[in-house]
């Protein structure tokens, strides 16, 4: 299990961006002549710098990477670029021409692929054709409901999955199959599947919640449950089989040892070792609520950036979804970025490397 | 505590029992529905629609009247032969482009490695949205849409796993012995790279088939009346307050595919490569 599971599970979805960009012999960092303690405060902060440029600079090359994915979607796209741009949008020849000087498409394409470099370096995410507006200004417009929905989701399925691990670790094998049971249940049932049959029982028969829309805590709690759901069944599991694994390791029989109850032992120790293979997770998390975002505001009718995608997708809305693409790659990458420095947060013996 | 007891082969074969006979149903349905069940999926009998599960109708009828355990026995069909198409594209692609990024020079290599790398850590849905909104909908383009999104995780496997076959003893002797370059790929590499391909094939299968069911919720898929899943459960999603039974048992369709499809990869992950999950 551990970081090579969460690594080699490319079949469940995106894989943590460091496992494949990391060079693989690091340097190592000249060892301190005097022995004892082997890292100094400057050694630390020079490792913490260089650990972060190396974040920063993969995390650009991610991004930069998501643009010209978009990009070559449209150029292999059959058909006259300007008509894909358009879309179902009105299609009139003032439209035509504003689009040929946008994209530049009278010049040769590497030059019109620079230009598209250096709108987006500028922040500009293009025009949609179907709004007939700036597509920054829709996703500044559409973003707070999704934000909402996906911090809530994410802070569910953090306290369900330490929930999950610490009901169950240690409690012998009826414990580890229930957890896998549920685990398998989580990658398995798609999430509109869950979301309808929520949907079904809690808003339908029993009335506890509104059916759709966007208005107060309410109207947030099944969507987010919806999303929380399937990450909670598989970090649950991670986080579990870690606090196992901390519980058998040699310091924790000197805790129990020096007469800490198991409680204390697990809760100022052991989850602490238990959260660094639940935290290289988040990467593949924070992607599959991108994605599943927007199934779930499709089943729930929630305003945000779902809603803005389908409609692109439908309509042929380049530019949109080119923007989303882009988005969802920042998104990934600054969300891995903050881990990766968190993970010197939760295990010091990162911080001395 | 720790599970240090040698694990006896035969309760993987007890585990393989359940999902086998998922697959044996599922199989009919998609062979032959009319064994299952004799009502047409598409006759609409709007004076008896929206009826609960009875004798006659064993999943009740939808909104139209239509008989929907009839629609989800044919439905079975459309869901999963989207997958399987789907599977089947990002296996030969995957194996193509991994093969060749594990057998070319390394610049090439490191340009395909790097790219793959990429591509991976996207979404596959986002990936296959990207795609459906230059070809537009339809069950064509989402089998393409969803291939190509599951290329990158299938072509990583393949690459490494090119790269362990090609130190081999038996391929070093082989070309010892002047085996020409494709014979030597074709008749050494290849077979020994498909085993790996044909595990994670079944989970990428599994995860083709709720893309494509995602897929057809959200539209894209196939369009109605044709009795696909997903389509089915978006349809019935306007129906639920009066008919559960028209979203509960497609959604159940799609769950016990899938859940089967998952258990069964990872039972076979667990016989060839020693680890679970």
Same mark, same amino acid.
């Given at each position: 299990?551990s970081?090579?599971?969460a ?7 995106g894989t943590?961006?460091a496992?494949?960009?990391t060079?693989?012999?690091?340097p ?29 600079g993969?995390?650009i090359?991610v991004? $930069?990477?998501a643009?010209?994915?978009?990009y070559?979607a449209?150029?292999?796209a !059959?058909?006259?670029t ?12 003032e439209?035509?021409a504003?689009?040929i000087?946008? $994209?530049?498409l009278?010049?040769?394409e ?9 709108? %987006?370096?500028?922040?500009? %995410?293009?025009?949609?054709?179907q709004?007939q507006?700036?597509v920054?200004?829709?996703?500044a417009e ?5 934000a909402?929905l996906? @911090?809530?989701a994410a802070?569910?399925a ?7 691990a ?13 957890v896998?049971?549920?685990e398998?249940?989580?990658v398995s049932?798609p999430t ?10 809690f808003s339908f028969s029993?009335?506890w ?7 107060? $805590?309410?109207? %947030?709690?099944?969507?987010?449950l ?19 694994k901390?519980?058998?390791?040699p ?5 129990r040892a020096?007469g800490l ?9 052991a ?6 293979p639940g935290?290289?997770l988040?990467? $593949? ?12 505001e499709?089943v729930?009718?929630? !305003?945000?950036?779902?809603r @803005?995608?389908l ?7 380049m ?6 693409v882009?988005?969802?790659a920042?998104?990934?990458?600054t969300v891995?970025?903050? %881990?990766d ?5 939760i ?7 | 505590m720790a599970?240090?007891t040698?694990?006896p ?6 585990r ?9 149903v599922?199989?009919v349905?998609?062979?032959a529905?009319g064994?299952l ?14 009826e609960?599960?009875?004798t ?9 009247g ?5 629609r989800?026995?044919? =439905? ?6 989207? =997958?399987? &198409?789907?599977t089947?594209l990002? *296996?030969?692609v ?6 060749? *990024?594990?057998? #070319?020079?390394?610049w090439?290599?490191e340009v +395909? *490695?790097?790219?793959?790398?990429v +591509? #991976?850590?996207?979404p ?8 459906? &909104?230059?070809?537009g909908?339809?069950?064509a383009n989402?089998i393409f849409?969803? =291939?190509? &999104? ?14 362990v ?5 038996y391929?070093?002797?082989?070309v ?7 014979v ?5 590499v290849?077979p020994n790279?498909l085993g790996?391909?044909?595990?994670? #094939?079944?989970?990428?299968?599994a995860?083709?088939i709720?893309?494509?069911? &995602?897929?057809?919720f959200?539209?894209m =898929?196939?369009q ?9 459960l978006?349809?019935?999603?306007n ?7 028209q979203?509960v048992?497609?959604?159940a ?9 998952? *258990? #069964?990869?990872?039972v076979?992950?667990?016989?060839f ?5």
């Open positions: 299990m970081a090579t599971s690594g080699g599970s490319a079949a469940t979805g943590p961006v496992a494949g960009r060079p693989p012999a690091r190592a960092p000249p060892l301190p002549e005097t022995s004892g303690r082997p890292s100094t405060r400057p050694a630390r902060a020079r490792g913490l710098l260089r650990a972060m440029a190396r974040r920063i993969s995390g090359v991004i $930069w990477a643009a010209t994915t978009a070559l449209l150029l292999a !059959p058909g006259d300007v008509d894909i741009l358009i879309g179902d949008g009105p299609d009139t020849p439209i035509r504003s689009i000087r946008e $994209w530049g009278d010049r040769p590497i030059v019109q692929y620079l230009a598209y470099l250096g709108r %987006l370096l500028q922040g500009d %995410l293009g025009r949609s054709y709004l507006r700036g920054g200004d829709i996703l559409q973003i707070g409901p999704s909402r996906a @911090v809530a802070a569910t953090i306290v369900l999955a330490v929930l999950i610490l009901v169950t670790a240690g409690r012998g094998p009826w414990a580890r199959r229930a896998s049971g549920v398998l249940l989580a049932v509109f599947v869950i979301g309808i049959v929520l949907l079904s029982v029993l009335g919640f509104p059916v759709s829309g966007d208005e107060g $805590w309410r109207s %947030l709690v099944l969507p987010a919806t999303l929380a759901l399937p990450a909670a069944g598989v970090l649950g599991q991670v986080l579990r089989e870690g606090l196992e901390a519980l058998e390791q310091f924790a029989t000197t805790a020096r109850t198991e409680r204390a032992l697990v809760a100022r120790h989850l602490r070792h238990a959260m660094l935290a290289t988040v990467g $593949w998390f924070v992607a599959q609520l991108l994605t599943q975002a927007i199934i779930t499709a729930y009718g929630r !305003p945000g950036i779902g @803005v995608v409609q692109a997708v439908t309509g042929g809305d530019p949109v979804v080119m923007a989303v882009i988005l969802s920042v998104v990934f990458v891995s970025t903050v %881990l420095l968190l993970y010197r947060v295990d010091p013996r990162l911080r001395s490397s | 599970q240090v040698l694990r082969t035969r309760p993987y074969a007890y393989l029992a359940l999902p086998g006979a998922v697959f044996a599922i199989a349905a998609v062979v529905p064994l069940t004799g009502t047409d999926p598409l006759a609409a009998d709007p004076l008896h629609a929206l609960g599960p009875s006659a109708h064993w999943f009740g009828t939808d909104h139209l239509r008989d929907v355990f009839s989800v026995v044919h =439905g079975a069909r459309h869901s999963l032969s989207i =997958g399987v &198409a789907a089947g990002a *296996a030969a995957g194996v193509l482009l991994g093969l060749a *990024a594990g057998l #070319a020079p390394k090439l290599d +395909l *490695a790097r790219s793959f790398d +591509l #991976a850590t996207f596959e849905l986002l990936l296959a949205l990207l795609v459906i &909104a230059i070809t909908p339809g069950t989402v849409a969803i =291939g190509i &999104a599951q290329i990158p995780n299938l072509a990583r496997v393949v690459r490494a796993q090119t790269f076959v090609r130190r081999a003893g391929v070093e002797q082989a010892t012995f002047g085996l020409p370059g494709p030597l790929v074709v008749r050494h290849l790279v790996p391909v044909l595990v994670l #094939a079944t989970i990428v299968l995860q083709s709720i893309a494509a069911s &995602a897929l057809s959200l539209g =898929g196939p109605p009346p044709a009795p696909e899943w997903g389509a089915m978006s349809e019935a999603r129906y639920m307050r009066v008919a559960w039974w979203a048992f497609p959604a369709a799609v769950a016990v595919t899938v859940v089967s499809l998952t *258990a #069964a990869g990872r076979l992950r667990y016989r490569e020693g680890r679970d999950t």
